[in-house]
């Protein structure tokens, strides 16, 4: 397992972490949260060896085999498969030891090699990268293009499917779905569930966290929180935190005032001086517990379209697409205040050719664009972020576009999105994507829409900001047509699904819920959604097969089955205990007043018995299940 003992990080002369402590179990599978610039990408450094702790002790296993997702991929001429099969770093090494023994006809070295080789299930390597590719939403024929083809998202995607593809013990994965579409999402949602390592991730993406992940560490104020559960849970958690943490200081800041009160009516007297200087030396000794700062950094809202339409914009028998490859056919779409409808489809099917060409940046390639005569409407996509003035200030881009307001006016509103002071002064070049994607909403809601057309809008959007924008969106009057990921944000904002597939637009019929068990099921006809994580295709006997995956279960239900065995001998002696306090306890003798400090004493080790066997035996009960799950699985 992983230790961080006491800890204490600084980036600069900032202090990430302080003086904190937590454990990585191994097989675990952990969401990493915070605020942006909190530390998440930080702590990755950390783990993976490239930054040492300024105190404390950090203590990762030596024998394990760590995979990270790199952010950045630089262009070559390297072809997409063979850049995903680098990262199994033993196979390439392996496959150059090969090459030499034969150019050496060194039989006996080769003999040894290819057994090696598959040892480590090296045959079936290429077979595993297709499918990592496929699964990632790249073509055949873009699995043979060059990494220099590719734009930045998608070399993203390449940079996960290396990672995925590197055999490890802990996986790294920083913001593994931005630039996913859901099907994609959701492949790898299905790949990470039946991964076998120790899994940490970071993600804004509060579905997939959920699906993916049973337990949360919470980077707040130099300190690391760790939380059982998925996110879900973890909001439950954390507001009852807070509200005890509210009420605490609610509590103590009314003794603040009682003592302050008591020492200006009688620190003058000298009969109550002495204690009113005792209430100071307490005042002074109090811990003042921290008011509980639960209020987002963002509160913006869509302002009611100045003018509106019915219907803000209309196609009919529209073709989408370009002129030597049209995507869609058959079009007939008409939008009206208060419609919120959700572009689904796979990735290629033609969401964003259609929003684009919603958007008029897109002509049809046949049928026809019907505007209503107050159309307004607000594009967003990642291209936007590229479309920013770099020398320029947030202020001055509002400025730009309508000179006729205020500085103040303009700065009270990109306040709302957290771009203050300097932030909203300063140029944008230093902006992160995260940055420079609030601004471009900004841009959006301060020229008062009364059309949303938004592809992938979280992109780079944290959680806060993510259910700012829900809730923004929620109270919007016009009309919306979104392209996202994010389940929770389509769940949350619109009412009608559109399917894109197949050359055609068309409704879907059933919830965002059911899309997601149709795509499953589409993934499992199609075979992609069988890459188990860790395993390999067997190239030889059934039988041999069957010995390696029932080696490779009892491998992963071994340390299971020793935790619930080490819980049976714990809640055996917390029995044996608490029985022998049972029996302490009837001795009547016990209940004299010269006994009574030993009876207290017995209660209250009594009461601390029984809350240890609480937790110890949900505990058990937790891991029996998990246990029975996966047994139930292997059958």
Known sequence: MITLENITLQRGSKRLLENTSAVIHPGRKIALVGANGAGKSSLFSLLRGELEVDAGVLRVPDHWRIAHMAQEVEAS???????????????RELEGAIAGAESRDDHDELARLHQALDEIDGYTAPIRAEQLLEGLGFSAPERKAPVSAFSGGWRIRLSLARALMCPSDLLLLDEPTNHLDMDAALWLEQWLQRYRGTLVLISHDRDFIDNVCEEIFHIERGNLYSYRGNYSAFERQRAEFLARQQALHDKQQRRVREIQAFVDRFRAKATKAKQAQSRLKELERMELRAPAHVDSPFDFAFPPPERTSDPLLAIKGGVVGYPDKPLLRGVDLSLHPGTRLALLGANGAGKSTLIKTLAGELPLQGGERIEGEHLAAGYFSQHQLEMLDADA????????????????????????????GDMALGPV????????????LA????????????????????LEMRHALTLALQEFEGAVVLVSHDRHLLRNTVDDLLLVDAGAVRPFEGSLDDYTHW??????????????????ADS????????????????ELRPLRKAIASN??????????????????TDTALYRD??????QSLLHEQGQLKREQQSVETEWLELSERLEALETTAD
Not at 393 to 420: I, K, M, N, Y
Not at 429 to 440: D, M, N, Q, V
Not at 444 to 452: D, E, Q, S
Not at 594 to 599: D, S
């Open 77 to 91: 001429e390297r072809a997409a498969l063979d850049f995903v099969l680098d990262g199994d770093a033993v196979l």
């Open 393 to 420: 200030s947030p202020v001055q881009h509002l400025l730009r576009l309508t000179p006729e307001a205020t500085e103040q006016a303009v700065r009270d509103f990109l306040g709302s999105f957290d771009f203050r």
């Open 429 to 440: 070049a230093p902006f992160s994507g995260g940055e420079k994607a609030r601004l471009a």
């Open 443 to 462: 841009i959006i809601v301060w020229l008062r829409p009364n059309l949303l057309l938004l592809d992938e809008p979280t992109n780079h959007l944290d």
């Open 519 to 536: 795509l499953l099921s589409r993934l499992r006809d199609s075979g992609g959604g069988n890459t188990v994580a860790g395993s390999q």
């Open 540 to 555: 030889g006997s059934p039988r041999k097969q069957q010995r390696r995956q029932s080696a490779q279960r009892r491998q």
């Open 568 to 585: 049976e001998a714990r809640m055996a002696r917390l029995h044996d205990a608490l029985a022998n306090i049972d029996s302490r306890l």
């Open 594 to 599: 010269e006994h009574r400090e030993t009876l």
